[in-house]
């Protein structure tokens, strides 16, 4: 049973080197049987893929071998005419990258968490910031030994002063807090300010808008009535000028009345 898996592997292997190497069948696009057998699939990166292969082929010089021979030649010459395309496999410093990295990061600030619970308990450890743990994760192995071994001597303080001195950070922290949430309201009067003096820049813009395009109606109405003048004045010397000439044709008045 096993003669015959290993002859139908070596099938399938000859039948795949035939494809790759044969021009004709070499095509993009084509059809390469390496799902026929397990030993082909499994070579199939190293025929025709993204790998460098070396085929050795072993002849005999024995004349009762010689028809073996010329196939074992005829198999190799097929192998040789197959083009690999061995590719360097690297990943360049991108999204992926920086993801691994943040995750590497995210355990090891665990792994410094839970190392501050169990040596100064669940109370104090909660007095450590994530962001010094953070921090010291950053910064590699020699910072985190280093901050293992200050947690180890914190451990050993009584803990009347470590809750005295948690209970003094504990109120500078709340002071500052104070601070800053006064800070927050006065910037935040100072904006609603800003906004309402906007507003009334705007308002003012949009009367400034209206009173000139009621200029400009104004002054267009104006145009018009001067032009309109000028065209009266025009025709009233016209006529004026026709009416002079009727009357010096008929002799009325002389030509230096004109």
């Not at 390496?34 to 050795?56: E, F």
């Not at 004026?240 to 030509?255: A, C, H, S, V, Y």
């Amino acid at each position: 049973m096993a003669v015959c898996y290993l002859l139908q592997g070596l099938l399938a292997l000859g039948n795949v080197i035939s494809a790759l190497g044969d021009d004709k069948r070499r095509l993009p696009g084509r059809h390469v049987p390496y799902r026929d057998s397990k030993l082909t699939r499994l070579l199939q990166d190293s025929l025709g893929g993204n790998s460098k292969t070396l085929m050795v082929a072993c002849i005999s010089s024995a004349d009762d071998v010689l028809e073996e021979n010329l196939n074992t030649l005829k198999y190799a010459s097929r192998a040789r005419h197959i083009r690999n395309r061995p590719i360097v496999n690297c990943q360049k410093l991108g999204s992926s990258s920086s993801g691994i990295a943040g995750d590497v990061q995210a355990l090891q600030l665990l792994l410094l968490r839970r190392f501050t619970h169990q040596v100064l308990g669940p109370l104090t450890s909660c007095a450590v910031p994530d962001q010094l743990l953070a921090d010291v994760s950053r910064c590699g192995e020699a910072a985190s030994a280093r901050l293992l071994r200050e947690l180890q001597l914190l451990a050993a303080v009584p803990k009347a002063t470590l809750a005295a001195g948690l209970a003094h950070d504990i109120q500078l922290r709340d002071q500052e807090h104070q601070q800053d949430s006064k800070q927050l309201s006065r910037l935040q009067q100072q904006l609603s300010d800003l906004e309402s003096q906007l507003s009334t820049a705007r308002m003012q813009a949009a009367a400034f808008e209206m009173q000139a395009d009621f200029a400009a109606e104004e002054r267009v109405a104006a145009e018009q009535t001067v032009a309109e003048a000028v065209l009266q004045q025009e025709a009233v010397q016209h006529e004026l000028l026709m009416q002079i000439d009727k009357l010096q044709e008929t002799g009325r008045i002389g030509p230096a009345v004109r």
